[in-house]
């Protein structure tokens, strides 16, 4: 392990001249089914041979994607081409979230082996759906050499059904914004989508009517995502889901992502798949959410040192260690071999009687029991949701309600670092098969504030069976954390049967057809035979 003081950036290279750049701009490219896609094309002035960057978007290609991608990695000596998806900003087709960008990425590749400046070698650049675009195609493109991926995966399912659950708000503000982005108010859909979203989501009306509210008419995607909650291998998702080519990837790929992000549980499944398939990709976390434009010019010069390295030659930009993470609470950035850290040790902290939380294990005493009602349904306070501020919140006014449970720590005596995995398991029992429960990790100060750290939900079904006592024992995943607690700080873990409307209420049945409003009562046990814990990644801070 290493500190440092920036997020990326290896050693220092000299200053190099920047080129002129020519755009040339609506370019028809042609795809198998006779849909026309338009692309920009920014040219680096005299490199008539140069590496080229491709970037798919459903967003756009001029404006400040344009000058961000297009301009500045053209000035550094790369072609860079900005490919519209279907059914936006000029390209045809309907854009189907998700289907078309396997063929139509590859559609793209075959068009620019044609093309008189291409010199066979390619790289891949983008956050979030063109990330997703990127690994669409990664498996299936040899000439494909770079990639550098941001606040993404390789399948976007387990973020929209998280839990089991569903991350309702995130899903509607997406498919509410790229409804928006085709209208005359198009610059103003990143602003009005999560305000619409919000006042549709507390509107009380069935879930399924949600988008009329949000966007005026019937989204046909969040519709398709209601109607396709269920297991993974729905042919809807079979489509859409590269995470089982993600080992096959012959490319260099670099990843950002952010503690706060949607995305981050899936896309370190992606480093993992790659190491296991004997790779070594980069990975910087930051203290970013996901729409968050800090860690946009950070990731651009990763990016950048990232190419130079892997289609020129010049590694004079890379860092010598391939893990870099920014330790929340310590406020610093350090460096690792690997994802999770060397020296991490799992330890359980034990929900305990008199809603006290320590390593013992619990002594003897009756459950604590909340109710859940869908009708006043537990808040989210923070937490990570697709656009917004997804940095920590004082939870405490969500901790005072009557169906949150808060377990409290003792302080502790010395600085703790906890970086790595975090799962929850617990002992319960439900007054319905169908229930969720939600458990959130959150540092209290000093000073009393309880800012959320860590979250994660558990949809509970039929499948999850009882024991002869009516207890389930459920486990609950909750994002990775790289986070320091202070001397005289508290972990506080909180249990609730839901988070809205960053997650959708649970009325049982499906999406579309669950309408049952009665209340669940849930208690949690932590007792010898029912014991219920919270696993943190207790870090060594030796160095290595």
């Known amino acids: 392990m290493s500190v440092t003081r920036t997020p990326f950036g290896g050693s220092r290279r000299a200053t190099r001249p920047l080129r002129r750049i020519a755009v040339q701009r609506d370019i028809p490219i042609r795809m198998p089914d006779g849909v026309t896609l338009l692309a920009d ?33 053209a000035r550094h000596g790369f072609h860079v081409l900005i490919q519209s998806c279907r059914g936006g900003f000029g390209s045809g087709g309907r854009l189907d979230p998700l289907a078309d960008e396997h063929d139509d990425g590859l559609a793209t590749v075959a068009w620019l082996r044609l093309q008189p400046w291409y010199d066979g070698t390619l790289a891949m650049h983008g956050p979030s759906y063109l990330g997703y675009a990127q690994w669409a195609v990664a498996a ?97 998702w079979a489509a859409r889901d590269f995470s089982a080519y993600v080992g096959q990837v012959s490319a260099e790929v670099t990843m950002t992502g952010g503690w706060y992000d949607v995305f981050l549980p899936w896309q370190l499944k992606d480093y993992a798949a790659m190491r296991a398939a004997g790779r070594q990709p980069y990975l910087t976390i930051g203290p970013w959410y996901h729409a968050d434009i800090r860690h946009a010019r950070a990731s ?167 024991d002869a006592d009516g207890v389930r024992r459920v486990r609950v995943d909750l994002w990775p954390i790289g986070h320091r607690f202070r001397r005289g700080h508290r972990i506080r873990v909180q249990v609730a049967g839901g988070a809205y409307p960053r997650i959708a209420r649970n009325l049982g049945g499906t999406l579309l057809d669950g309408s049952d409003m009665g209340v669940v009562d849930l208690e949690v046990f932590h007792d010898s035979r029912h014991p219920s814990a919270v696993t943190l990644p207790l870090a060594d801070r030796s160095p290595q």
């Open 300 to 466: 651009n010069a990763d990016a950048l040192a990232w190419f130079r390295a892997h289609l020129m030659g010049d590694r004079s930009g890379l860092r010598e260690a391939p893990v870099r993470l920014f330790v929340t609470g310590a406020d610093e950035w350090r460096e690792y071999s690997d994802w999770p850290p060397p020296r991490v040790t799992p330890r359980r902290w034990h929900l305990q009687p008199g809603f006290a939380l320590a390593p013992d294990n619990p002594a003897e005493a009756p459950p604590d029991a909340f109710r859940w009602d869908p009708r006043h349904p537990t808040p989210a306070l923070g937490g990570p949701v697709l656009i917004g501020d997804s940095t920590p919140r004082d939870n405490r006014r969500v901790e005072a309600r009557r169906d949150v449970l808060v377990y409290t720590s003792p302080a502790f005596s010395g600085d703790t670092d906890m970086i790595g995995e975090v799962s929850a398991d617990l002992c319960l029992r439900t007054s319905r098969e169908h229930a969720d429960v939600v458990v959130r990790v959150c540092d209290v100060h000093p000073d009393g504030r309880s800012m959320n750290v860590t979250e994660g939900v558990r949809r509970l079904t039929p499948a999850d069976q009882a």
């Open 140 to 236: 299936d493109t040899p000439d494909l050499k770079a990639m550098a991926t941001q606040v993404t995966a390789s399948c976007f399912r387990d973020a929209a059904y998280v839990g089991g659950a569903f991350a309702l708000e995130s899903a509607l503000i997406w498919t509410t914004l790229t409804a928006r982005m085709r209208g005359p108010l198009a610059h103003m859909a990143a602003i009005t989508a999560p305000r619409q979203t919000r006042r549709a989501t507390l509107s009380g009306r069935p879930v399924s009517e949600l988008d009329l509210l949000s966007a005026g008419r019937p989204l046909p995607f969040f519709q398709e995502l209601l109607a396709n909650h269920g297991e993974p291998g729905l042919p809807y």
């Open 41 to 73: 094309h920014h040219i680096p002035v005299g490199a008539a041979k140069a590496p080229t960057l491709l970037i798919r978007s459903p967003y756009g290609r001029a404006g400040m994607l344009g000058w961000m991608y297009g301009r500045t990695f």
